[in-house]
């Protein structure tokens, strides 16, 4: 890969092909930009949101997939989702501090999916959803074929989504197909919703009868004692909770879910047949073979202790290199933390350089933002990927290229 | 399950969640209501297209399962698509008659995935296609979201889909976002499209730039000596081939490809990026690990044999028990046999009967009509799942529903 193209939004030629409106000028992602650059030989990339590798159950999932495969000759069919794997997910939706049943849960295609089946069911073309500003990339592309009128409110990094902006967008009359919400650990600016927003959130939720949807890949992973509780475990009408195996066992793969409305489900399904007809047989009852064991319970709690670890080596390395240069807030929960610059920088030109001078990578906010243009002085380190000794030595890389200032 | 509810289509209860306008009156699918008929217990089922259970090459999988979660720590990251497997799809494509590159190849969650994703790109909202008017559901469900006008030909049991009629709604003026076409064992009636039908609609398609999707399930399981090759061995820059993990590995994988214009493959990776980030890789390397052993190509070969003698008992018995009150053509490819009665009856209490009276299942032909309350004599029967005995058994049984005549 030549390193000019590295910062060019990939060109995609014109051909002979007329595709849909909407992806006429469809480009990649930052994400996907990012994977590539982190995948040069020799760059420390702080800037995904990978797991790490040494941490998956390769062995204890080893011996599950062995175990189906001698005794399951159901697991390489079709089939229907399987009523095991609901159950496990209902006993971890329980460790979240939600009580829910094996009728309202939907197993999806990873967490993607799920934001994607419920764009599909709930947003009509042209149609409004209310977001925060600064998000998640996967879930604007998910809503982007649908060409919707994005209805944005700020986030704080003391206590997240502006829930008091969502009650007066809804208090003027709109009525959007749903309201986005990711309630720890968000991504990209590491911040936990507040006791006090979930509340009103839900409230405004219920009283203009306007779906909410949860995503939660991270709430397992939280770093303190006492964790706040999901929306859904507050409402299970209005609310839509996504929940993922992708953080807490393994992204290869691909199964997340839904907490649904139980009226919902079928919809859902009829939506989920269209797009993969089933999430795949094989690894749902593998990933339920391996719930069975017990392992997973010492294994979140053991993924807990190893991030929380490689969050503060993160957090004391940008006090000893950074202290002077940007501020941050401790993330409670997740793989972020958000740092914003106190100079303004040309952030395209502080990659380039970071990536170039120090080969060390990280996202740029701007990234995140709906609105492309919009400014920011943040960026997004990612903690889980790395060793401790790589975090402190990526932090050093950093502040020397943030410091040495010919990107200002 | 009560027995009455298997003949209604299940009803969506009306609940405060106000869905997307396309979601509003959707139902399960006829496969779907099928899949619940056949697993009930007891029940013969002809119904549904799946492959034996007993010819999946677990161990083997098994085997290819072990070496990868001993050797590759990456098996469970995200990643991007596994390049070795896209030279294995290379190679089987050779088998076809199609000479592709990896460049071209795009791995799928199944091939249902892949018509979702060629329906997102290149379909848009109220948006043409054109397609034959019995068709497999799952293109139909495809496409839904899209509210799209349907374009109809119809189907010769001799040589497939009319060319006539495609080329002729072209010339009238109409633009489709594309032609759908299954080329071999077409899903639900069985037949294999004529060499010069095959050539007529890719120059109409290269005439008017219009792509072809070629969804290609069954391909490779050709009961004749002498397959024809697929539309996309004669073009590669308007035919999109779609091949499937599905009838030649196993369905509960959920792997397929897409062979593309070239051209196309960044704009399809952006639409899979947002529906589930990338097909799983652990899924993609242990096909690939299974797929280097060589057992494939011995495997194809035994599924071929092992079909035909299913195909040829169907025939048989057909022969045996309802020659004089139906007629049906030998297919020379895939899971199904087309079979139209010659009385007309009432095919809802046909198979109400059938399965209540003699615990058989089949699906009307009317289930895969575009044109819901088309009238159609045809049934579909599937070969490739039950045993020679059970397949005779049933072709009885059916028989005697048949001529049983309470129906008509």
Known sequence: MKKATVFERTRISTEKIAVAKWACGIEWSAIQEMMWIGSRPGVLSLALGL????????????????RVLENDPLAMQYGVPFEP??????TLMGQRGVECNERQIFLTTGAQQGMALLSHL?????????????????????????????????????????SEAVESILASGARPAFI???PDGHNPMGVSLSGDK?????????????????????????????????LRSLDDEMVFYIGSFSKILAPGLRVGWIVAPEAMIPKIAIVKEAVDINTATFTQRTISAYLDTGHSFGHISFLREQYKLRRDAMI?????????????????????????????????????SAVEIENVAFIPGQAFCVNGAADSKGIRLNFSYCSIDRIEEG???LA????????H
């Open 51 to 66: 797991p790490e590798i040494e941490f998956f159950p390769a062995k204890e999932y080893a011996k599950a997939v062995e």
């Open 85 to 90: 794997l609901k159950s496990h997910v209902v």
């Open 122 to 162: 709930l947003l009509d073309h042209g149609g409004a959803v209310i977001c925060e500003e600064t998000i998640y990339t996967g879930f604007q592309q998910a809503i982007q074929p649908f060409n919707p009128r994005i209805l944005c409110v700020s986030t704080s990094l003391d206590d997240g989504m502006d």
């Open 180 to 182: 986005y919400v990711i």
């Open 198 to 230: 979930r509340e009103q959130l839900v409230r405004v939720a219920q009283h203009y009868a306007i779906p909410l949807i949860e995503d939660d890949p991270y709430g397992f992973l939280n770093y303190e004692a006492e964790a706040l509780r999901p």
């Open 316 to 352: 004391n390395a940008l006090q000893a290199h950074l202290a002077d240069a940007a501020r941050w807030r401790i993330p409670t929960s997740g793989f972020f933390v958000w740092v914003e610059l106190l100079n303004r920088v040309n952030m395209r030109e502080l990659l380039k």
């Open 395 to 397: 932090i050093a890389r």
């Open 400 to 407: 020397r290229v943030i410091k040495n200032g010919t990107h």
